[in-house]
């Protein structure tokens, strides 16, 4: 065959064949028919980096910032550069595919994965996700929309079932979704795990058939998500395209020969249909190799760490730090100032939430090196409190041969793996494989050796390493695992995490609760550590997750009241304080929902005393998702700066000295607490159901509707500079449905240079059901020189700006009269109201 001709090739494969190609070949590769030129093509995570093929001993990446951040730029032709470098990212891993952008809604602040997605508003989110498609697919990598559709919560993901009105559904929840299909078209769309009023969406008709393709007119390829198929024919039938990952549990080819040969539900047409896209998205993998220049199956590498890609990343999570607070001018730090850093996540490397979202970094700064490098020395730094929600980082302090010192080579701990558990080896018992260890969060199940069964991976593992501390104290040990574990040192057993096992939120919620101990050490001397750890079928937690994982931790144990107060007192001898605290991927992870929107342990404790003993502190809040602040009267300056991927710390450090000017404005409301926000009382499930029961009022649309306060409105963001705005213009043009807008923004300030994002919402001034009271409908980022002004422009499509879907009539409704449209700095601050007209209302469908 001289080209990939799609329908030529249907027509010479085999109904095997065909069964083959709708089921993935393993975890992250589709399946070849070698006959026919047709390739695997190999995919990978996603929403803030390109992992490749392994989560154990995977290959470095870039670690971008996470969805909130990249959103909270409102900056899309900065996020279509992020795309472009994620698919050279996704080159150096010979993956075709990338598994991203997350694309749902941020329905409140629990959400497990709410770090993931980008926004509350579905317009910022279908922008965002727009703009990373279209980077990533500019670059020759395809592109997979995530997860569609009501995928907001991990409660019972599996199982749980969204109540949504048709309305909401339209408006919220589906309409990032369209606007990404409208501005960018995706190569992939993947299904979520849920249900949608009673049907899951990986075999639901409506959303696949009926709306994605047939009303949106979209034609790429359907993915489950990574175990989300849960039928044969229905899911086949009603449009899911792929079932990942492979092996099949529901394509195999004698089940789909039989129920096709049988007439159950599904003919050899329907695989055909199935078949088509499967090969669209394989057409655009081998159109664009040339492009991408990536083999199949081919090796996978880290050479893109270069100080280019550095240089981007620094750019993409400075500009997406948000400045909250800034009184009395506490910021811009100064070099010539003495300067404290305090806090728990100082020398941490958080850069990113947890889950299929996390990955092996190139490297991470953390926020303390950010600072100390533009110090030029090494600020003073108290920890101040704890903020973990278990142990980590033991292999990480640990080296394998006490002798030959802390040499890049020697760090970690030897991993010798078998096929018997300790007490059945034999003397003269040879290992199957062995590997340095560099990572005390292990993540196993993806571990294949030809000594192991695939459908049985049962192995054991020893590990060693020596660990030095660094001071006299008693430290605390803590192990959990998904398996079975124990941990001694010096040959004494420490921590049993085999014996008896509790359920946990560990490997996905597949493993256990932490087992810990307490150890006194001595400063200096060397400690051999050793865990005899068994793979996942050794678990008594019950869960299959192929070979599990494991998690060791060390800390030396601290008096936290002491530690306070320790910090307190190095605030009050310095004229700042740099206070860095938060979250971090075990508290917003997938997996899992967060409990509360309270920080950590004693921070609350920590920021109150700092605060008072030196109000020149500057709060660092590091989180993809809101906290609580009940300290926030108190605080002079505050710094939002979510999970900031490999360039955290000097992002940080950037805005903190003002060699990068801040721009980023929220993409989340920012409630005061929990109870404030909309989906409070709806947000878990609950009898295998949660009920969407704050309909189309997510977000900022509820506070403003119930005049709720929020410690800081949705698109709120302070810069170092002031911006005014004036002459604001607004035309719509029926006849070509255009919404045209024209003002003046000036940057009134005269030191700083700056950007500044120009929000623009639209309201109805009388409507005939009950609307928020606007809603955003366009923005623009502009940079201005000192006393520049600069005339902004923008065109926006007539009907996506004024409509509501009327449910009755099944269409959107743009209802005729008049309305209003405002242009600000943020939801709470449009300083500029006009007007326009409808002169008669219409109904539509589709883009």
């Known amino acids: 065959m001289s ?56 290959v470095p990446s870039a670690a971008f910032p996470n969805g909130t951040g990249l959103a909270s730029t409102f900056d ?91 309305r909401a559904l339209r408006e919220i929840y589906l309409e990032p979704f369209r606007l990404a299909v409208k501005y960018a078209n995706p190569v992939c769309i993947m299904s979520s795990y849920n249900k949608v009023n009673g049907t899951h969406c990986s075999q639901s008709k409506k959303l696949l058939d009926d709306i994605l393709r047939e009303e949106w007119g979209w034609d790429g390829m359907i993915t489950s998500d990574w175990f989300g198929t849960y039928s044969s024919a229905d899911a086949i039938k009603n449009g899911l395209d792929i079932e990942f990952p492979g092996p099949t549990k529901w394509r195999k080819s004698e089940l789909i020969s039989h129920l096709i040969s049988s007439k159950e539900g599904i003919s050899e047409e329907d695989v055909n249909t199935r078949v088509r896209n499967v090969l669209k998205m394989i057409k655009f993998a ?23 890609t550095a ?98 080579d020697n760090i970690g701990a030897q991993a010798i793996f078998y096929t018997k558990p300790v007490e059945d080896r034999s003397p003269d018992e040879k290992p199957i494989d062995s590997t340095t260890i560099k990572q005390s969060y292990l993540t196993l199940f993806d571990y294949k050796n030809p000594a192991v069964e695939e459908s049985n991976p049962l192995f054991y593992v020893d590990f060693e390493g020596y660990y030095t501390p660094e001071e006299d104290g008693d430290y605390e040990i803590g192990l959990q695992v998904y398996g079975t574990a124990l941990l001694f040192i010096d040959g004494e057993l420490v921590v049993d995490n085999k014996t008896k096992q509790t359920k946990g939120t560990f490997c996905f919620s597949a493993g256990t609760i932490e087992e810990k101990a307490i150890v006194s050490m001595k400063a200096g001397k060397s400690y051999k550590f050793r865990v005899e750890y068994g793979s996942g079928p050794t678990s008594q937690t019950a869960s299959d997750f ?32 740099v206070l860095c605290i938060g979250l971090n ?17 004693k921070t609350n404790d920590l920021v109150r005393a700092v605060l008072r ?24 300056a505050l710094l939002q700066c979510w999970y900031g991927g490999n360039e955290l710390g000097n992002a940080v450090a950037d805005i903190a000295f003002a060699d990068v000017v801040p721009s980023a404005k929220l993409s989340l409301s920012w409630p005061f607490k929990n109870e404030d926000n909309p989906a409070y009382l709806n947000f878990a499930t609950e009898s295998g159901r949660v009920l969407y029961g704050e309909d189309v009022f997510v977000g900022y649309r509820f506070y403003e509707k119930l005049q709720r306060q929020v410690a800081f409105p949705f698109g709120y963001g302070l810069s170092y500079t002031t911006f005014t705005f004036e002459n604001l213009e607004v035309t719509a043009d029926e006849s070509k449905e255009i919404l045209s807008v024209q003002l003046d923004v000036t940057n009134s300030g005269s030191k700083y240079a700056g950007a500044e994002v120009v929000q623009v919402y639209v309201a109805p001034t009388k409507s005939g059901i009950t609307r928020p009271v606007k809603e955003l409908k366009g923005f623009k980022k502009v940079y201005l020189e000192p006393n520049e002004t600069k005339k902004v422009s923008l065109e926006l499509p007539l009907k996506d700006s004024i409509s509501y879907f009327e449910e009755y009539h ?35 469908k589709g883009l």
């Open 311 to 408: 240089a981007k990343l620094r750019k993409i999570a400075a500009d997406s730090i948000v400045l909250l607070k800034n009184e009395n001018n506490v910021l811009p730090l100064s070099k010539d100032e003495s300067i404290v850093v305090i806090g728990p996540n100082a020398k941490t490397k958080f850069m990113s939430g947890g889950g299929s979202a996390s990955l092996n970094p190139y490297y991470v700064v953390p926020i303390y090196d950010g600072i100390k490098s533009k110090l030029g020395k090494d600020p003073e730094y108290s920890i101040g409190c704890t903020s973990n929600k278990t142990l980590n980082g033991l292999w990480e302090a640990c080296v394998i041969d006490p002798s030959k010192g802390n040499q890049a």
């Open 810 to 844: 099944n269409k959107w409704c743009a209802e005729a009269g008049e309305y209003q449209l405002l242009a600000g700095s943020s939801s709470d601050d449009t300083q500029l109201i006009s007007s326009f007209e409808l002169s008669k209302t219409f109904y539509w």
């Open 76 to 166: 899309t032709e900065l996020l279509e550069e992020a795309g472009q470098l994620m698919a050279v990212e996704a080159a150096h891993k010979n993956a075709s595919v990338i598994l991203g952008p997350t694309t749902n809604i941020a329905r409140g602040p629990l959400g497990g994965r709410g770090f993931e997605s980008f926004s509350e508003d579905p317009y910022l989110s279908g922008m965002c996700t727009a703009a990373l498609v279209n980077g990533m697919q500019s670059r020759g990598i395809a592109a997979t929309v995530k997860h569609y559709v009501c995928n907001d919560l991990e409660d019972q993901r599996f199982s749980s079932n969204s109540i949504v009105t048709e």
């Open 286 to 308: 081998v159109d664009n190799k040339d492009k991408t220049g990536i083999i199949e199956n081919g090796p996978e590498s880290d050479a893109n760490n270069t100080p280019e």
């Open 613 to 636: 003993a030196n109000p020149n502190t500057v709060v660092v809040n590091q989180s993809g998702t809101p906290v609580e602040m009940p300290w926030i009267s108190e605080c002079n």
């Open 546 to 577: 192929g070979a599990g994982g494991m998690q060791v931790g060390i800390a030396k144990k601290i008096d936290e009241n002491e530690e306070i107060a320790h910090a307190a007192q190095l605030a009050k001898e310095h004229d700042k304080v």
């Open 585 to 601: 991927g075990e508290w917003e992870s997938e997996g899992y929902d967060r409990e509360n929107m309270t920080l950590p342990k």
């Open 3 to 58: 080209k990939f001709d799609i329908e030529e090739l249907i027509g010479e494969l085999t109904l095997q064949e065909k069964i083959a190609l709708i089921a993935a070949k393993d975890f992250w590769h589709t399946s070849p028919v070698e006959r026919l030129g047709i390739p695997s093509v190999r995919v990978s995570d996603g929403p803030n980096g390109v992992r490749g093929t392994k989560f154990f001993n995977s």
